[in-house]
């Protein structure tokens, strides 16, 4: 039957799913909002009510029309992108973007993209403050055709003067209310032509760098110069120089001023960051130097004491690293401002053991990265630019040779280890690009050898820096890690060695994907790997009104991931910090937890299915197909989930409480929304269904304290005192620790067995925990009290007669057998 019933649900959902396209758009029609509605004539005697309100709300919008100005601010707003636009228009010609290297084209396209952004935002904002006087004029428009239709539906008979007259005048008055909103909607739609012809302008401008930009891809497999030999240099270095600096220099002053002025939220919170952040380091550095040599506050490792030595530096690579980070859309000139101040702190910040295992190339590296930045200063001779990248190439194959030969027979400490072998092949492979890029260059390559050389500076240069900036947060968090205040907490004595461990980890796959993709970038296959990417992410698969793609499965499943974890720590940190330190009833801190964790869990579901492009239509749908699966097949798992709810609310049961189920004795260690787990005193953990603790009788031992009544049944020899021995038991009852004095054990006589007079002791403990220990010391002492006073305690005797028999008889019993047993007829010899 349970089989049965999930085949009838999934059929069910089936169905559902498979509906016509028809019935579908009539549920969506049914959750879409109301249209508005239509004009119609007012009643009569609704015609004096509706006219002073109709009225009001014409002098309203009058007021409205007449006092705000609503564009003051937009048109600054617009007047300073048209002028970014204006700037970046007047540079370079469409023809000349071709010419221009691939690092200004990608800083073009970044200004681009930021005046789109702006445009955006103002563009928004421009919907936001046109909207309500599109709205008035709507309903002015609405209001005014009632009362036309009422002055027509009036017969001049039948209606008196006076409410024609009011009639005529009301519908008068939203007329002027609507002339007063024509001057703004007016100036509203001329500067919404304008911003049209604004968009269309940074729109050609984006997809002409982006053309300019795929012509230097496909550009770095064809010669675009002749062979070195032939080449001569035809520029005048003075002038162009000066005229291509002072362009170059006037466009990413003009894009970094206005990067600053917008004032973005990442750019707030990069500067807040970078204010906390220097002052902790100060006091972690002050608070080190205090200490002195005290043995406690040593540091482990070398990386520790250069991190936490050294302030300023690590505060200059941590907030470089936020630029980068942060402000990924920031000027390409802040960025290589970004990168450069990163220097010095780099070498200063590099631990003795990446010395050992790099060598000196980090120094190199930084060289070459300034070296590489020089070229700048000659981008407007080709052909000095080309032997300086020659040059450079074949500097940079000399030194990564000169790298590879002292690292030999691996003789050079560093090469050992995954880390060691990684760093020579990457040398190699570093070698081999320097290589064909010479030839590049020497043949007429020139694109391709300045793309290989600058692109392996680059990249290695950016490899040290993200190197120096996980040794600062691993050495951060080690030092975090150790602080005795943070030791204490929950998450950290259970797993602290595991947690740092594991944000070190993220820390260093985070590094290494983002050297990828800025590696990709500089070797100029990013951009058509992203493409492809993106092509096969957003392909969407349709069956009716079903329509999924790859993209959506993967933002579902990192949705659902993201909302189990936070809401698994969200319930760890409730149930162990914070509802702990609060005054709550036993069991609500479970019930809170645990409600939490749900609720939690369905919003990120239903997070993670709107990130996946689900409308609210689909999924109602959905839900309507998932209640009638429920209503087939899964009455037991609603009943049981229904069952848990009651559970956390009424809290009949509760995590800790000793209790006794359909046979089953033990304790409540979780209770979930489907079953309840009980660990029984033998150590097997039951689950039980969340139905039975409510259908079934329960017997809970702690539901309200946890006191228990512990029972002694005892005898005595017949001929004792039985006053004494109530008296005795009594006195060794109340002396036995963990007894409860209230209420006061009781000592029954009970009656008269066989062999004993039988006594009852019913005494009370309020440690239920240790309930069989207290009963088990507890007659350990009334056997000593017992045996002390010399007072018997009888087990159970018969008494055995024997009657004298004949000999005759004892003769026949102790004779031997001596007749052999029948043979038995199936037997065989």
Not at 354 to 365: Q, S, T
Not at 467 to 492: D, F, I, K, N, P
Not at 661 to 690: C, E, K, L
Request: with cysteine; net charge positive.
């Amino acid at each position: 039957m349970p089989v049965m019933r999930v085949l009838l649900a999934c059929l069910a959902c089936l169905m559902l799913l498979a509906m016509p396209r028809a019935r579908a758009q009539d549920i969506t029609t049914l959750l879409s909002p109301a249209k508005p509605r239509a004009s119609e004539a007012i009643a009569l005697a609704d015609v004096p009510s509706r006219a002073d309100a109709d009225e009001r709300y014409a002098e309203e919008v009058t007021l409205r029309a007449a006092n705000a100005d609503p564009l003051g601010r937009l048109v600054p707003r617009l007047a300073t992108i048209e002028r970014s636009v204006d700037e970046k228009t007047r540079l370079f010609r469409y023809g000349e973007l071709r010419t221009l290297p691939v690092v200004r084209l990608e800083s073009m396209e970044r200004h681009w993209k930021f005046d789109a952004r702006q445009y955006a935002r103002w563009r928004a904002d421009m919907q936001a403050s046109v909207s309500p006087y599109a709205q008035d004029a709507a309903e002015l428009a609405l209001r005014r055709a009632d009362w036309d239709l009422t002055r027509k539906a009036m017969a001049p008979e039948s209606t008196p003067d006076a409410l024609r007259m009011r009639v005529d005048a009301v519908a008068n008055r939203l007329h002027l209310a609507e002339q007063a909103l024509s001057a703004p909607l007016a100036e509203q739609i001329g500067l919404g032509r304008r911003a049209n012809v604004l968009a269309a302008r940074i729109h050609a401008g984006q997809r002409a760098v982006e053309d300019a930009i795929a012509y230097t891809d496909r550009r770095l497999l064809h010669l675009d110069a002749p062979p070195l030999w032939r080449a001569q240099d035809t520029t005048t270095l003075r002038d162009d120089l000066v005229a291509t600096l002072t362009r170059d220099i006037q466009s990413e002053n003009s894009f970094v001023a206005q990067y600053a002025a917008a004032d973005l939220g990442n750019q707030r919170l990069l500067h807040v960051l970078q204010v906390l952040l220097l002052p902790a380091l100060l006091w972690v550095a002050w608070r080190r130097r205090r200490r002195g040599v005290d043995p406690a506050a040593v540091l482990a490792t070398d990386a520790e004491s250069r991190v936490l030595g050294r302030p300023f530096s690590t505060w200059l690579l941590l907030s470089m690293i936020g630029v980068l980070l942060l402000e990924p859309n920031a000027p390409l000139f802040l960025h290589e401002i970004a990168m450069l101040v990163a220097l010095v702190p780099v070498l200063r910040l590099i631990p003795q053991q990446g010395r050992r295992l790099l060598g000196p190339w980090p120094y190199l590296a930084t060289a070459f990265y300034l070296l590489q930045r020089l070229a700048i200063l000659l981008m407007a001779s080709d052909y000095l630019y080309r032997l300086y990248y020659l040059g450079l190439a074949a500097l940079a194959l000399v030194a990564t040779g000169w790298l590879l030969w002292r690292s030999r027979g691996e003789r050079f400490a560093g090469l050992t280890g995954t880390s060691g072998r990684l760093v020579h092949a990457l040398a190699w492979a570093s070698a081999v690009a320097l290589l064909v890029s010479i030839g590049a260059n020497v043949l007429g390559n020139v694109s391709l050898a300045e793309m290989l050389t600058s692109g392996i500076i680059e990249s290695g240069y950016f490899a040290l820096v993200l190197y120096a900036a996980v040794t600062v947060l691993e050495a951060l968090l080690r030092s975090l890690g150790a602080r005795s205040g943070v030791r204490r907490l929950w998450v950290m004595r259970r797993h602290g060695g595991t947690l740092l461990e594991s944000l070190a980890r993220w820390a260093r796959v985070a590094a290494v994907i983002g050297w990828i993709v800025y590696t990709m970038s500089r070797f100029r296959i990013f951009r058509p790997v992203y493409d492809v990417a993106r092509a096969v992410v957003t392909h969407r698969f349709e069956y009716g009104e079903l329509s999924i793609s790859l993209g959506h499965v993967l933002v579902f499943c990192i949705g659902v991931v993201m909302a189990v974890w936070i809401a698994r720590t969200l319930r760890a940190l409730l149930r162990e910090e914070v509802l702990p330190r609060m005054s709550l009833p036993r069991g609500v801190d479970n019930s809170v937890a645990s409600l939490s964790y749900y609720v939690l869990l369905l919003l990120g579901l239903l997070a993670a299915l709107s990130a996946a492009g689900f409308k609210i239509g689909q999924l109602a749908f959905l839900f309507g197909a998932l209640g009638v699966g429920i209503g087939l097949g899964l009455q037991d798992v609603v009943r049981n989930f229904v069952s848990g709810l009651i559970l956390m609310f009424e809290r009949p049961v509760k995590p800790g409480d000793a209790v006794d189920i359909s046979g089953t004795s033990g304790r409540v260690r979780t209770i979930g929304m489907r079953a309840t787990t009980v660990r029984t005193f033998d150590g097997a953990d039951v689950v039980v269904p969340n139905g039975m603790l409510l259908s079934d009788k329960v017997t809970n031992w702690t539901l309200i304290d946890h006191n228990r009544r512990i029972d002694v049944d005892l005898g005595v020899g017949y001929g004792s005192d039985v006053t004494r021995v109530m008296q005795l038991l009594q006195e060794v009852t109340l002396g036995t620790s963990g007894i409860a004095r209230e209420p006061a054990p009781a000592v029954l006589f009970t009656g008269f067995g066989a062999s004993s007079l039988d006594f009852a002791i019913r005494a009370w403990t309020h440690e239920f925990d240790d309930w069989s220990q207290i009963r088990s010391g507890l007659l350990a002492r009334l056997h000593a009290a017992l045996v002390e006073a010399g007072i018997e305690i009888p087990f159970p005797q018969q008494d055995l007669h024997l009657r004298s028999v004949s000999e005759t008889i004892l003769a026949s019993l102790a004779a031997p057998r001596t007749s052999a047993p029948p043979e038995d007829p199936g037997q065989k010899t």
